[in-house]
């Protein structure tokens, strides 16, 4: 088979159909790209261009309330600041990792009463100059467009209310928690309707929305359709209208809703996180003939190669079967690993990849 773009790749990922090899992808912490910068990746050019990745581009509307940001401390080690979300969080500078969530706008139904009202959809929430600047350009590469979502569970719950806040909510009072579900969505309905009408048309939608952790859910299958599925469903609906894929990203060990999923209309899930349970090989023989997949190869393997080169001769040849995967690691590349690891890594997958 002649050498696929991208594009044409993850189409065939989508309808389980095999191509010329599967794509490859990753993310990358900002302190990995500074480790590489001085152990060869030259600087400015990015990972993907390097190590000749899949091409794949993304942008996102904001469907935040907009409310005040301001930096509270910075030092040379860190930054506390108020978000755009009422969020006052943490993040560190010279290592990657998830930022440190200390205090919320948004507490009770009434706090988000009144935040609600500064949900409203604008033409000044999206970043049109970067649609006009690589849109022709992505479609003459053949990369794949993501148009990401933030709606669900884990935007309610990291960036505006708070995890135990949330949980105790959607048992006690899970009305106000369903309304912040529907209210980002529909932001993002409205303001990406006002990108495609554009003329600026996506391949998927992409919901990061953390629903695990190691070995357990947040909430029960139960709570998940009574809940949060019907919002899934909604965007699963919006973008089939469009011939749109929908892809989910959700760290943890969320093996039960796998069905779930599927029957909200899910094309593809991603991470697979090996260290929290999730087995891609046995998820393949389970579900997937009917949801693509995307991950599922151990991040903490690459301090140990070996292990790693192991791990991905058993995934890949099983995933990559009859189409329907897509490679890279089950969360991200952090700073532990080296350049020629990451080198190593690419190679291998692209090989095991082939069809």
Known sequence: ???????????????????????????????????????GLPEGVSPDKYFDLDKFA??????????PEKVIEETEEYRIFTSDWGVTMKTWKNHGGTPEY????????????????????AKDRINWAQLEKNYKQWRKDGTW?????????????????????????????PEWIIDMYNTYLEMHFALYQMVWDAGY??????????????????????????????????ASDWAAEKGVKFRLHSCGNILPFIPE??????????????KS????????????????????????????????????????PACKKNGGYMISSDHSVPESTSFEQFREFVRLGKELGKY
């Open 102 to 121: 200390i205090d919320y706008t948004i507490k009770d139904p009434a706090t988000w009463k009144k935040v609600k009202e500064r949900m409203t959809p």
């Open 145 to 173: 467009i993501t148009a990401i979502f933030w709606f669900g569970f884990n935007v309610t719950s990291s960036f505006a209310v708070g995890t135990e806040r949330t949980l105790i909510a959607l048992i006690e009072e």
């Open 58 to 67: 993304g942008f996102v509307a904001n469907n935040s309330p907009k409310l």
């Open 201 to 234: 048309h996506f391949d998927e939608i992409i919901c990061y929305d953390d629903l695990g952790y190691k070995n357990k859910q947040f909430f029960s299958v139960k709570m998940f359709r009574e809940t949060l599925k019907p919002s899934y469903r909604r």
């Open 277 to 316: 349970g999730m087995d891609p090989v046995e998820i393949k023989k389970q579900f997937g003939a009917k949801i693509a997949l995307h991950g599922g190869l151990n991040a903490t393997l690459f301090t140990r190669p070996e292990q790693m080169w192991t791990e991905m001769k058993r995934v890949i």
């Open 1 to 39: 088979m002649k050498e696929l773009t991208t594009h044409e790749r993850m189409l065939r990922m989508y309808e389980h159909k095999e191509a010329d090899r599967v794509p490859i992808t990753d993310g990358f912490w900002d302190s990995t790209i500074k480790r590489w910068n001085k152990e």
């Open 261 to 274: 999923f599927i029957d909200a209309g899910i094309g593809m899930l991603n991470p697979l996180e090996v």
